[in-house]
Structure formats: C-alpha cells, structure tokens
C-alpha cells in the first residue's frame, strides 16, 4: 500500500514539474529582437546620393539657390580682397584687378631666398606686362628693420627691379594669408579664387609653368 502511494506520490510531482516546465517555456520565451532602439549609422556614400537626389532647401521646384562663397587662404577659396599703397603712393586693390591672373608674393629685404628669387620676378615681370597677368610684390615692412619704405625703395631701385611693389605696413594682409615663412606667392586666377600657391623660392621656368598652368588652363 505504502509502495503504491509512494509511486502515486511521484507521478504526481512528476506531473506537476512538467507543467511548470512548460509553463515557464511561455512566460520566459526569447523574443526575436527587433530595431526599436537601435541606432544605424548610414553609409556616407549613400547620404551624398540621398542629398543629391533632393532639390536644394528653400526650393521646392529644385532650382539652384545661391550658395555663399567661401573665402580663405587654400587652393579653390575666393582670395581675401586687400588694398595696399605702391611705390607711387597710389592705392592698388586686389578685387580690382579681376578679369587677370594675379601673382602675388609676399618678401623682406632680409630674406636671402626673397632677394635671391626676385631677378625671376623681374623676368617674369618683363615677359607678361603686356598679357593678362600682374605681378604683385607685397613687402611685409611691418618686418624690416627700418619700417621705411623710403629704404626698401632705394634698395629695388639700387637692383634695378620695376615690377609692382605694394607695402603691408602693419602686416595685416600678411597674417589674413597665413604667410609664416618668406617668400610665399599665391597666384590668383582670373575670377579672383586661388590657383596655386608655394611656400619658398622659386626660379623663373617654376614660375613661368605655374602661371601658364592658371593663364591657359
């Protein structure tokens, strides 16, 4: 009798383990895991192809809006406009001259690559005054030691140099362009955005190459 009751006993807890087991198999099951909450990072390329393919904002019919022009110091900005006084006294202005490529180097008395480079300018000068090209030789005098312009004046006249000569007294176009070693030119097409520009000396056939690069693109 006992054995009996005892082996009912187990069938039952047997039973009732079972259904906890399967009861715990629902309340507990895994779900599959969804998006909600997650974070997808787009493929650039796929944003710039997404941006393409929608008008410009502010123009529902995709019409070209105008877009502001970016001004800076690095090839393809808009040059920064300056205007700086010549040997004459006269005031020379940057945007003035739009419709030229403009060369414009920036030099001191004291630097031996300046001085070194300038007999190319001076050739460079001679062989494209008459084309549509300027030549700009911007003296950094906030830098000479006389701070004279009377000075850097006779030293080009002593050399026999005529090209153009403007004077950046206080140095403000000079640090507007980022000129932390001398000599430095930027050329400038003739839409005023800036083609090329080298940091050092360079001899007359760099410069010849560089500005036929800009005048005959």
Sequence with gaps: MRQRQGMKLLLMIMVLLLTMSMLSGCLFRREKPTDKGKITVEDPKKQDQAQESQPPAGDANGDESPTEEKTGVFVGDKAFDFTLLDREGNEISLSSLQGKVV??????????????????IQAIYDQYQKKDVVILAVNVLATEKSK???????????NGYTFPVLYDVDGSVT???????????????????????????????????????????
């Design 103 to 120: 060369f414009v180097n920036f030099w001191a008395t004291w630097c031996p690559p300046c001085v070194q480079e300038m007999p190319y």
């Design 175 to 217: 640090v507007k362009y980022r000129v932390s070693a001398f000599p430095a030119t930027y050329i400038i097409d003739k839409d005023g955005y800036i083609a090329d520009f080298v940091s050092g000396a360079m001899n007359k056939d760099t410069m010849e190459k560089k500005i036929e690069k800009v005048l005959n693109p």
């Design 148 to 158: 004279d312009a009377a000075t850097v004046n006779q030293f080009l006249e002593e």
